[in-house]
């Protein structure tokens, strides 16, 4: 293995407040990393870096962790344009618009469904997402939902269990029967593939009981529980999800004061998705809330073709800063280490010594451009496990 030092870099954002300035953003001006394989081995002046074998002179731009998207919806085939058209001109969005994506990523053959999968992660990784979680939920039959997991197995090592999406069409008569189903079969079926667990606990979709069933029969089969909370409205979603150990809450747009004190106290990342917002023209989350109630936060795209068609973790930040109460300090926290926690990672969402090597060059002086400049591709080079991608 070679080592590689990545000089002058005018800000290096850390995530290690002992490395840097002391915030949690860990700051070092005038900086420098050092990559040893895959892994940071050196963060430090640019004057200071040691002897590597390789040099790379930053030009003087920012530096930052690769983004942690953890919530996508990446296996489907098809697209929602008129869906999306019609709710641009006055209807609401609500969860029974999922059933048109399922009939299509059914008939649509493995190749296909891959290549759909590949498309999207070279997308987000050209504008510096190095680690993306996604989920099954438009197949809702065994045979669907086992083969979709096995194919995002194929491109990314987390993985989620989304059989409890919504009810499938053929059981909608019936949704105790497709609760069984999900919580039997498909989830024998759907396990070896997945290292998560995900329900949609929301009007249109699964009540508090029937999603306590799902979650805590993946728990059982050595899944960890994430939770699609309180998106839509008020319901047990966050509770639930605090209650049972999840690592993340999805959404968290309509929000007690109470469900503010258990995801403060508690160990569950509230995962905000602004690009759902954006399109559908809802309520923004108020991150100002959850951060004052002490909560760790996460960003994240929620890439989908029917709610949040986007790839950009970069857009995301812009929204949150914009609309939803965040200082661009701690968006981008969110959107790299705030990833971490609801993956329960500590290898990424960071750049100091023993993390992987996942790292951006922006085309700008400052992270705060990411928020400033919103749009523009800043991405000038991105690194994931220590190879150059971009």
Known sequence: MTTTAVTHIASLVTNDPSLGNGTPLGLIPDAAVVIDGDRVVWTGGSSKAPATDNVLDAGGRAMVPGFVDSHSHLVFAGDRTQE??????????SAGGIRTTVAATRAAGDEELSANVARHLAEALRQGTTTLETKSGYGLTVEDEARALRIAAGHTDEVTYLGAHIVAPEYADDPAGYVDLVTGPMLD??????RWVDVF?????FDGDQARAVLTAGLARGLGARVH??????????????ELGAASADHCTHLTDADLDALGQGGTVATLLPG????????????????????TVALSTDCNPGSSYTSSMPFCIALAVRDMGMTPDEALWSATAGGAAALRRTDIGRIAPGARADLVLLDAPSHVHLAYRPGVPLAAAVWRGGERVL
Do not use: I, K
Request: proline share 7%.
């Open 276 to 295: 759902a917002e954006f399109s559908t023209r809802a309520d923004w989350p108020d991150a100002r809330r959850l951060l004052d109630a002490g909560a």
């Open 229 to 242: 909370a309180n998106q839509l409205g008020h319901g047990p979603g966050v509770q639930l999800a605090v």
């Open 201 to 205: 606990c929301e009007r249109g979709a």
């Open 189 to 194: 079926a759907c396990a070896p593939y997945a």
């Open 84 to 93: 999306f058209n019609a709710r641009m001109s006055g209807r609401p969005y």
